[in-house]
């Protein structure tokens, strides 16, 4: 999701604004009438495009000492997850089972994804999945999706995705081409490929990132919803001349935190390989 130069957070923020709740539309017909799983997702895809209009995503990284061990261990207001630096990177690839969302009243948004860029520059080239809650009691909805920033804004694509689905996402450069990719092995109407061209001089391709997402919309963090336990598995990465796993490159461990510290999303170790790690929600806020 697109973005802003990382924002780095110092301990006295101002707290993000909530975000400004949206109209849910329901159709036509009486107060009383049915709402049908047809306009349902019309309602959720109106106001999920909505929301996505002011989206940024790059890395809000929250100021503090950064650990020298390996894995680094950082914390950001926005991502949890891994990123690989130090390289020029061509290709990161991930696979993961999408998880199911708890919403609650309130409109809430988590995102997962693969992608190059957003951990220390200003461009962003990834895809993945997507789990909304419209508030008002509505059923969370899921998609799939890609973006390069800023070149255009989020592009949702599939519409039918489930909890428990499989999911297979890459990213990979060749020269200033870029061949994004989301298969959904469960239910493949979801599933896209999208050849895209950025300069050198706007996409620096300096690092890699397999991140859960709590996106910022006009200036503010959207709700992260309970999605339980994220598992990113599968986690590839080239770069340099080299590929190998997360681990294969200098790697940094983010944890997602609110403005006063409180974790909102924590990520797991990396397994022996080095290429499957479990981010768990925490808060919501």
């Not at 990113?232 to 190998?244: E, P, W």
Request: positive net charge; charged residues 15%.
């Amino acid at each position: 999701m697109h973005g802003r130069t990382p924002r780095f957070v110092a301990h006295g923020l101002v707290a993000c604004l909530p975000v400004a709740g949206l109209a849910m539309v329901i159709g036509t017909g009486s107060a009383s009438a049915a709402r049908t799983p047809a306009n349902t997702k019309a309602a959720a895809v109106a106001a999920l495009e909505h929301l996505l209009k002011g989206v940024h995503s790059t890395n809000h990284a929250v100021r503090g000492p950064l650990s020298i061990t390996a894995p680094a261990q950082s914390k950001s207001t926005n991502w949890a997850g891994y990123a690989d630096t130090g390289s020029k990177f061509t290709k990161i690839s991930g696979t993961w089972t999408e998880p199911a969302v708890k919403c609650g009243s309130a409109q809430a948004l988590a995102v997962f994804w693969v992608g190059i860029d957003g951990f220390n520059s200003q461009t962003v080239e990834q895809d993945g999945t997507l789990a909304f809650c419209q508030g008002g009691g509505a059923a969370p909805q899921y998609f799939t999706w890609w973006e390069m920033f800023p070149s255009n804004s989020i592009q949702l694509v599939g519409k039918t995705v489930k909890p428990g689905d499989h999911f297979a996402a890459s990213v990979v450069r060749t020269g200033t081409k870029y061949a994004l990719k989301v298969t959904d092995s469960t239910r493949g109407g979801n599933s896209f490929t999208k050849n895209k061209t950025c300069a050198a001089a706007t996409c620096k391709d300096t690092s890699a990132e397999w991140i859960a997402e709590a996106p910022t919309s006009s200036g503010s963090i959207v709700p992260l919803p309970n999605f339980g336990t994220w598992t990113g598995s599968n986690s590839a990465v080239s770069g340099g001349g080299k590929s190998g796993t997360i681990k294969s490159f200098a790697d940094t461990e983010i944890t997602m935190v609110n403005n006063g510290g409180k974790v909102k999303a924590q990520p797991g170790p990396l397994n022996a390989k080095g290429n499957q790690f479990k981010v768990t929600w925490k808060s919501s806020t």
